[in-house]
């Protein structure tokens, strides 16, 4: 007996030892990758875990606030544009009213960190603007708690005015329950969870009319963003995001599409050229922020499928106002639309119901998609931003042609915790970065061996807590 507990004793004394080393050694890892000193590469590391508050914000995030949001909206009877903007309790001025309300309650949650407003323009007549029109945006911002990084600014939007077939039919009942009441409730919600958790950086949750009649809201909004020199740094549409079965018959309930240009929308013809020339077009700033969501939402079993294109075939949501004025953008979008629901007059044909109707959303995939988006809005709000000045040198040493090394420059970033700075690359085929090496917290460095003619390259910033900022693609440089 006493044999035996001398030998437990001492499996118990090495297990002891082990854990103790085990235990340092994983100490001295994580120091390692905060101080940003790891040299070795190899594939893409999986960083982003969730702070706990962060983690509490997206399980806050609820099925039966989103359906009350929705329902409310419905509930006007019509938000076209062109609808009463005085009739307190039908058209688009009586949503406009509610939804600044719910802002202002949210808003009083947040020890004075998140302010309200109504935006205001007049649309002039066009082809679906029939009298000059006031258009109103309902804002709420979020103010940054880093001075580092709080004029960096993330917008969280979605459009609350609707349509049915006719686009100048402002009369007939038009539930927008869908497209756009889905989104609107998930940037309530969003905003709700949020707004005693504000970030580093400043974030914007705002709902825009005129969308139907062509993106009129988000127009003037990105436009006055742009005029003021707003550091907007990414924007993240939410536009018929509530089911996940298309009338395909296909349902994807654990899947959303994001859509994301590759050639800047803005882009002048030299811009382009030099896109040309260095295989530069699926690399634009609206691309990384695509692939940057992928690495952050993916949660709860849900699956972000990647698409390469600004928006649907032929068709356009409120990103691409962003992106018309240079700021990187995209959109969420259920993966199997169902037109049925879209844009249709609320009848019965031949036994099919027609409208976009609340009874065909799916609550449980909607919060689903929120925790997505806010998982992704935590992660881009909390770390870096992405380098600036981003070079890839093409200066060759004296005498040759070129050099099989990759030499990459950047600007130090401003924020106080960077403590360091990754290099990530892949082949020009891959979607994806497929590599990564953390470099220190330098703003030059050489891949030795390397070639930069076959390989793109990336830089993204780190921080203490080992949060990576969106990739900036390096454009080549003689110094």
Not at 108 to 132: K, Y
Not at 267 to 280: F, H, M, R, S, Y
Not at 329 to 358: I, K, S
Request: aromatic share 8%; proline share 6%.
């Amino acid at each position: 007996m006493q044999g035996r507990k001398l030998a437990g004793s001492r499996v118990g004394l090495r297990r002891s030892l082990v854990a103790t080393v085990v235990a340092a050694v994983f100490v001295v890892a994580a120091l390692v990758a905060v101080a940003g000193a790891t040299q070795a590469s190899g594939g893409m590391p999986n960083w982003w875990k969730p702070s706990a508050d962060v983690r509490a914000m997206l399980n806050q995030i609820s099925p039966a606030n989103l359906q009350q949001y929705d329902t409310a909206l419905v509930g006007f009877g019509t938000r076209h544009t062109l609808s009463s903007q005085t009739d307190p309790v039908r058209g688009v001025g009586a949503a406009r009213d509610w939804i600044t309300s719910q802002l202002q309650q949210i808003a009083a949650t947040s020890n004075g960190s998140m302010t309200v407003q109504q935006q205001s323009f007049v649309q002039p007549v066009g082809s679906t603007i029939p009298v000059p029109t006031t258009i109103t945006n309902v804002v709420a911002t979020l103010q940054g708690t880093d001075p580092s990084a709080s004029n960096r600014v993330y917008v969280v939007c979605a459009h609350y005015d609707d349509r049915v077939t006719d686009v100048l039919d402002f009369t007939s009942d038009a539930p927008g329950a869908n497209r756009d009441g889905s989104g609107v409730a998930a940037m309530l919600e969003l905003a709700r969870v949020f707004a005693q958790h504000p970030a580093k950086a400043t974030i914007v949750f705002a709902a825009f009319a005129g969308e139907e009649q062509g993106l009129f809201g988000s127009a003037f909004f990105a436009a006055q963003e742009r005029a003021s020199g707003a550091n907007v740094q990414g924007v993240l549409n939410m536009d018929t995001i509530g089911s996940p079965l298309g009338g395909n018959g296909v349902s994807e309930p654990h899947t959303i599409s994001v859509y994301s240009e590759g050639v800047p929308t803005n882009a002048t013809p030299n811009q382009i050229a030099i896109l040309q020339a260095v295989g530069g077009e699926n690399d634009g700033v609206s691309r990384q922020l695509a692939r940057y969501i992928q690495e952050t939402g993916e949660n709860n079993g849900m699956d972000i499928n990647l698409v390469w294109r600004r928006d649907r075939l032929l068709r356009a949501g409120d990103q691409i106002s962003f992106l018309r004025q240079g700021f990187p953008a995209a959109r969420f979008t259920e993966p199997n639309e169902n037109y049925n629901h879209e844009a249709q007059n609320v009848r019965v044909e031949n036994g099919v119901q027609f409208g976009d109707l609340p009874q065909f959303l799916d609550f449980d995939y909607l919060a689903r998609v929120t925790r997505v988006v806010g998982s992704s809005l935590a992660a881009l709000a909390n770390s870096p931003g992405a380098p600036t000045n981003a070079r890839l040198i093409t200066t060759p040493p004296p005498g040759l042609q070129g050099s099989n090394d990759t030499e990459l420059r950047w600007n130090a970033n401003p924020e106080s915790d960077v403590v360091g700075y990754e290099v990530v690359w892949r082949d020009s085929t891959e979607p994806l970065w497929t590599h990564a090496v953390q470099v220190g917290n330098v703003t030059d460095y050489t891949l030795t061996g390397k070639n930069k003619d076959d390989t793109q390259f990336g830089i993204r910033a780190i921080d203490s807590q080992g949060y990576r900022s969106p990739v900036a693609f390096p454009m080549p440089a003689a110094s």
